[in-house]
């Protein structure tokens, strides 16, 4: 059993000697593992800003190109309805002229009318004065 002891006392001294430059060295890699995984993430961190940046820009193409486009189309319906606008006041103007002209014909029409009713009534009540008189003289 002593020899055994002596054994296990040499094992946990071999070990004890062997164990601080092994506990060293993995110290040294976690910590060059944290510096790369840090280098990773500034890396990281610099595309991931860049690409923001080109998105960014992108979108305000988009917006600009869109704003372009909105204001070419207000353009053309400005146009668009002043020339409609226009074609109507145009049409409007036609038919006013044509009912004024037609208002002017029905109004000579009618003229004629009661000047031929006026002057038959005229021949009429002279032709009952004429017939008065006559009556008025037989009598």
């Known amino acids: 059993m002593l020899e055994r002891l002596e054994k296990l006392e040499g ?21 060059g593992l944290r510096e790369e995984v840090q280098g990773m993430a500034a890396k990281l961190e610099g595309r991931i800003q860049a690409l923001e940046s080109k ?60 000047n031929t009713a006026f002057n038959k009534t005229m021949l009429l009540l002279t032709a009952i004065g004429v017939v008065l008189a006559l009556l008025s003289i037989f009598r």
């Open 11 to 31: 094992i946990v001294e071999t070990t004890v000697q062997i164990l601080p430059p092994l506990i060293n060295d993995l110290s040294r890699r976690i910590d």
């Open 55 to 114: 998105l960014e820009r992108q979108i305000q193409a988009v917006e600009t190109k869109l704003e372009g486009q909105i204001q070419e189309v207000k353009t053309s319906l400005e146009g668009q309805i002043r020339a409609v606008e226009t074609s109507l006041e145009e049409r409007i103007q036609a038919v006013e002229t044509k009912l004024e002209g037609r208002i002017e014909s029905l109004r000579q029409e009618v003229k004629a009318e009661i």
